[in-house]
């Protein structure tokens, strides 16, 4: 009886630290893993596994789209429920559409586990993480960020890897340039062998085309729309073209120009906002336009670090200080629009009762003093 019961302990035991030394292996994957330098994206793809299983019932990972080459599209969604049941709206943010902006991806994993690791202790955090839910995908142009990872040749690559149409040699299309947003009409080239070649046609791009398709289906939903680029230290709003200015231009530009100050604020790193004709150059069919066109009130182009000295060649030792400025823009700009949504509705709707209650009462004195 004694044996037994000495067994049934060491057994228990065993069980429970075994669960403790799973729990600690997936904690220590997580707090391992090296934000502070460029991942591969065979090591980005663990990273998106692990972040799911380490974080069950708040992320979860959706395919959206397949590649020319056949990779799978993948986003991250981090959704909590809402307490009171009220319906939730939507951040999509989505990095490495150029290929060679490798701070990008970097930053997209860096703002993932910025949320993970605040929405349950900062209170303002937790308040959007329950209004919001958050669509990140750290790399969407896969077969052109794989394609710079070969070799030194290779690490300058832009554009997707799509073959070339006919009577041309050169592959992919830049697919900033191939969204259905003033598509072909300025700062584009229809050369195939430019890097600012836009394609045969509008979301001609399978990666065009996934974004295009799932976010067009949730335009009710996504209330802001973040696309992360490389370089300039620049917060661009809608539009590329210079003759057309968005309806709510005045806000972008001060949820925009709010932003480019928290991210100068950071490390004293001068940051700007502005429409990319005012201070970068002029161009059509990027995903911001689209998705301004599409109906997504606040939509932004950030340009991260830094002003020409490594330019695409950004070294490590400057991923973290860039991504912290990168988190301060994105929040203030998710703010931003989660308080024009949420504590505007709340006002109005105190507002709307106030009336209600004074009109109830008003009418209640009209009908037994004056009418009787």
Sequence with gaps: MLKSGLLFLLLSFSGCAALLFRDIEQQSTTRNYDYTKYHNMSEISAWMEQIVKENPGVVTSQTYGKTFEGRDITLLKISVANPDGKEKKAVWMDCGIHAREWIAPAFCQWFVREVLQTYRTDEKMKEMVQNLDFYVTPVLNIDGYVYT??????????????????????????????????????????????NTYCGESPASEKEAQAVTEFVKNRTKEIICFLTIHSYGQQ????????????????????????????MTAVHKQEYEAGTPPEILYEFSGSSKDWARLAGIPFSYTFELRDKNEFGFLLPEDQIQPACQEAYAGARHIITYAHDKFFTDSNNAGAVSASI?????????YLITYVLE
């Excluded at 209650?357 to 008003?362: E, Q, Y």
């Design 149 to 194: 990872w070969i070799n030194e040749t290779t690490r300058l690559w832009r554009k997707s890897r799509s073959p070339p149409p006919a009577n041309c040699t050169c592959y992919g299309v830049d697919l900033n340039r191939n969204f259905n947003a003033n598509w072909g009409t300025v700062g584009v080239s229809t050369d195939c062998c430019s």
């Design 356 to 364: 209600t209650l004074w009109v109830t009462a008003l009418t209640s």
């Design 235 to 262: 917060v661009l709003l809608p539009y590329g073209h210079p003759q057309i200015m968005a309806p709510n231009h005045a806000e972008l530009l001060e949820a925009g120009t709010g932003a480019a100050k928290a």
